[in-house]
C-alpha cells in the first residue's frame, strides 16, 4: 500500500513538472511570435517610412533638455504618440533632440528602432535622421528622412493631434490632474502652446 501511494505521489509529481514545461515552452513560443510578427511590421517600409518621418519632425523641434537627459513618457504619457505607431505600439519610446529610441518587445536585446540624427550629413536648410533596426545587439540601417522647412506643418499637425488626445483624456478623467499636467510637459517640451482656436503659438524661450 505504501509503495503504491509513492507510485501515485511520483507521477502527480511528474504531471506537474510536466505541465509547468509545457506552460513555459507556450509562453517562450508566443513571445518568440509575437518577437517575430513585431519584427516583420518594423521592416516594411509602409510602417518604418511613416514612424521616421513623423518622429523626426518631433525631435528635430525638441527643445534641448536642461539637464542633457532623454525624455521619457512617464512624464508625457502615450497621447502624444503619433497616429504611424499605432498599429504596433512600442513598448516605451526615450527621445531628445539627437535620437529617439522606441523598443516594440525582446528580452536581454531588446528590438527596437533607433533614430539617429546625422549631423555630419545635415545642414541649415535640412535635418538628416538615419533609422536602424536593432535587434540581438546588432543594427542595420533602413532609412534616411530629411526634415526640411517644410514640414513644418506636419510637426503643427503632429502637435494638434497629440494635443486632442490628450484633452480627450482628460475628459474622459476630470477630476485627474495627471492628464493636464502631461499635456503640458509634452507642449513644454517644444516650447508651443495651443490657443482657443487651436493656432499653434511658439512661446519666447
Known sequence: MERKTKSITAICIGLGLLCMACLFAALWVMGFLDIFYAEIQMRRPSFYKPVAGDM?????????????????????????????????????????????????????????????????????????????????????????????????????????????????????????EEYKTQKENFLELFNVKLDDDGVLQTLQP
Open 56 to 176: 523626426a519632425v518631433l525631435a528635430s523641434h525638441l527643445k534641448p533638455s536642461a539637464t542633457g537627459q532623454s525624455i521619457l513618457e512617464q512624464d508625457i504619457g502615450w497621447a502624444w504618440r503619433p497616429e504611424s505607431l499605432h498599429t504596433l505600439p512600442p513598448m516605451y519610446v526615450m527621445l531628445d533632440p539627437n535620437s529617439v529610441v522606441m523598443v516594440f518587445g525582446g528580452g536581454f536585446y531588446p528590438l527596437a528602432y533607433n533614430l539617429l540624427h546625422n549631423q555630419a550629413e545635415s545642414d541649415p536648410n535640412r535635418a538628416v535622421w538615419d533609422l536602424y533596426l536593432c535587434h540581438e545587439n546588432r543594427g542595420s540601417k533602413l532609412y534616411t528622412y530629411c526634415v526640411t522647412k517644410g514640414d513644418q506643418a506636419v510637426f503643427v499637425n503632429l502637435i494638434r493631434s497629440a494635443a486632442a488626445e490628450y484633452d480627450r483624456q482628460i475628459g474622459d478623467h476630470p477630476d485627474s
